[in-house]
């Protein structure tokens, strides 16, 4: 369909009706609505999950001239209509309501809606009620979007809060098992996956569709609708950018696709994101605008992870978690800040960042965090001189702008007492330039604090803290740590750096050619 794209629009029928562009999935409508009962979909935030649900509401309520043009169009009988119960929590302001009030006034709009007296009941009662009176016209279809908002919304700021969010979500939705006979359909959706919560453990039927292979593209756009539905805009992009048509697709391609939901799924676009880019015509950071992950980055600082690229975790780390266990990768993957890249023979999954827009701007939120430094615009500027130096084979100018960097950090944040500190900064600071850096890389002997590979050469560094930089670089001599690096045909440089916790900076530095072909 052609039309204006939708710019923070997610309700279906506006959409058509205000002529706005629909990407059709329809076809993954109707394999849900025809194969299955009750379904769980988890999707990173601003993915299209409420137009999703908004779409499936118009579809049971028998909506037909909004889909016309549509594959479901002609492939859904029309006269199958079905009475709607649709929850959504967003929009409501969890600080400041009660979450029990504010479902109360959730089941109250939906008896309003059915012209149902109201009652007191209590909430799992009330919502029982209101299933079994409305389906006595017919089986009642019930949609619930972001079910997880009053949970996650309290995550690092109110444990006590998210628990007692929980325990009122279970106790509401646990009802929908025994109203199974007056039920057509149940669709719940949202950002997480909590393995502990009561629609999981008492809807023991719920088919989880987040990582199902058939539903992996259901939501944001394949390469082939991107070029399909967005041909006008393409071509405009190409004249604003002055980029030939396959320069334009291959930046979009790394800014914003990449997300990959099952291990052999094709990898979508973030819609949100593609639709900005689209109206302004510019590269840049569309989808951490709406807020940042304030609270993940700072667990990850707290847990020393600073490095994110190519994690081997099992699917256990990352499918779901609980309350009384956050794991971090499963926040991260469930969030959008990490997808699949892929799976090994031996069961593993390779984590990484989707793509060059998120990466770019978690790097950016790490160095922050770690440096308690604003990188922009002076730190950003640091940042570009060590490339450049780097390109150069500057090491001397290298250090120099380090040593800025962390002479600029607040006295009280950084620990005299370990390296890793200065591990994380460094590593940040390097991948933020977009330098092939590996961090604390195992060989037999031991293990490389950081490996920096240019194109003709290849940089091992070795930190020490209140040890001398003579002594970080003769290590890098003794364990041979250039060995692995032998067959690249390019000269290895060691640099041993003296990290000192009475200057909280580095003191001093060495380097040296150990090989060359």
Avoid at 93 to 115: A, C, R, W
Avoid at 396 to 404: D, T
Avoid at 458 to 477: G, M, N, V, W
Wanted: aromatic share 14%; charged share 25%.
């Amino acid at each position: 369909m052609k039309g204006l794209i939708p710019i923070g629009f997610s309700d279906f029928r506006e959409i058509i009706e205000r002529g706005f562009r629909y990407i059709d999935k329809t076809r993954y409508v109707h394999n849900l609505c025809t194969t299955g009962k009750y379904y769980f979909l988890s999707r990173p935030r601003r993915f299209g999950k409420s137009l999703h649900i908004s779409l499936i509401k118009e579809l049971y309520s028998g909506s037909k001239s909004l889909f016309e043009g549509l594959w479901i169009y002609d492939h859904w009988d029309w006269e199958k209509i079905h009475p709607v119960i649709h929850f959504t929590f967003i929009g409501i302001d969890l600080d400041e309501q009660d979450l029990n009030k504010s479902l109360h006034h959730l089941l109250d709009i939906e008896y309003d809606k059915y012209k149902l007296p109201k009652n007191d009941f209590p909430l799992g009662i009330k919502l029982s009620q209101l299933i079994s009176k409305v389906a006595l016209k017919a089986k009642v279809v019930i949609l619930i979007d972001e079910y997880d908002a009053p949970i996650t919304h309290f995550l690092g700021k109110n444990y006590k809060k998210a628990l007692k969010n929980r325990g009122i979500l279970k106790n509401l939705f646990s009802v929908l098992k025994n109203e199974d006979a007056h039920l057509e359909f149940v669709m719940l959706t949202g950002v997480s996956r909590f393995s502990k919560v009561g629609i999981f453990s008492g809807l023991n039927n719920l088919w989880d569709i987040s990582a199902e292979k058939s539903f992996s593209s259901m939501l944001g756009y394949t390469q082939s609708e991107l070029e399909d539905n967005f041909e006008r805009e393409i071509e405009e992009c190409q004249e604003e950018l002055k980029k030939t048509r396959p320069s334009l697709l291959a930046d979009l391609k790394k800014w914003y696709n990449g997300y990959r939901f099952h291990e052999a799924a094709e990898t979508v676009y973030n819609p949100v994101s593609v639709n900005l880019f689209f109206k302004s015509k510019e590269f840049n950071n569309y989808w951490f605008e709406t807020g940042t992950p304030t609270f993940l980055i700072q667990l990850l600082k707290e847990k020393g992870l600073y490095n994110l690229e190519n994690q081997k975790k099992t699917e256990l780390d990352f499918i779901s978690y609980d309350l009384e266990d956050l794991r971090i990768f499963g926040l991260l993957y469930q969030t959008g800040y990490l997808t699949i890249q892929s799976r090994l023979e031996n069961g593993l999954y390779i984590l990484d960042y989707p793509n060059y827009e998120v990466k770019k701007t978690m790097l950016l939120y790490l160095m922050e965090a770690y440096t308690n430094t604003e990188m922009a615009p002076s730190g950003l500027e640091l940042a570009i001189n060590m490339e450049e130096s780097f390109k150069m084979g500057n090491i001397s100018e290298v250090m120099e702008n380090l040593k800025v960097l962390f002479q600029s950090i607040p006295y009280q944040l950084v620990s005299p007492s370990t390296e890793k500190f200065y591990h994380a900064a460094i590593h940040l600071i390097f991948t933020q330039m977009g330098l092939r850096i590996h961090s604390e890389v195992c060989t037999s002997n031991g293990r490389i604090d950081s490996v920096i590979e240019m194109p003709d050469t290849i940089y091992i560094f070795e930190f020490k803290l209140d040890i001398s930089a003579k002594q970080a670089l003769e290590q890098i001599r003794q364990k041979e740590y250039f060995m692995p690096y032998k067959l690249r045909n390019k000269k290895i440089i060691g640099v041993g750096i003296h990290l000192s916790s009475s200057l909280r900076n580095i003191k001093e530095w060495e380097q040296e050619e150990i090989w060359r072909n």
